[in-house]
């Protein structure tokens, strides 16, 4: 029987640490992940050339890729980071956001996948389908119908390529070799704010940073930035406010509050 999981204990941990978390991520969002990884007491940097990525990482704790604004040449920049995170040892986390949207994109992910050691993949149901093999097709980066059932499609994922998978939604799935998280935290105005996503993927990227035991790390970091959200809601009456309170709540939890509201079942 799995301990049980403490979320706040790995987020003291993220801020006594202050790991410094390496991006190669969304144009779209760049700011507001490394906003979330400061607001969490870690250290964001978002170095993209391929001529400094490798080095880059190595003064790095974790390494996050996200292929929301892909290019062919910087996928290649992210082989190169994700190589030197792989002989550093650190967790490598990959957001296969878009993933089942274009063949460029599909292709890329599978590049990325079969060439360097992902440790994390997370995406949303339509996502981590494509990336499982289904003829699944994705809105953009906005989740498609799956109708497999999502823990055993993580678990399969998970086996295959010996990583943790995370599965973001209402209820976010954590998928590792030795079983499932559910985490049951977050809101809904979360989905009414671009770029909740690609910080959920930072945010577990400091986390994995402090902790080996990646299931561990991913399902405790959607744990403690879910409830901000749900914090953040209380305080904000549409999507701006909204994302404004998330960072608050977030810089702000304390571990009376994460103790009494996380909902982790293992």
Known sequence: MKPKLKAYDLLEKVRREAPVVHH???WVTIYDCAQIVKTLGASPVMAHAPEEVADMTRIASALVLNIGTLTVDF?????LAAAAANRKGIPVILDVCGAGATE?????VF????QVKINVIKGN???????SGQNIRTKGVDAGEVTTDLETLGQMLAARRRATVVI??????VAGEKGIYRVRNGHVLMTSVVGTGCMAASVIGAFAAVEPDTPRAAAAALACYGIAAELAAKKARGPAAFKSALFDCLYNLDRPTVEKMQRIEA
């Open 111 to 114: 590049e990325l996948l079969d």
């Open 75 to 79: 996928v290649e920049a992210m082989k």
């Open 104 to 108: 460029l994109r599909d292709r890329k």
């Open 168 to 173: 973001t939604g209402k209820t976010d799935i």
């Open 125 to 131: 149901a339509s996502e981590i389908a494509r990336v």
């Open 24 to 26: 190669l991520t969304n």
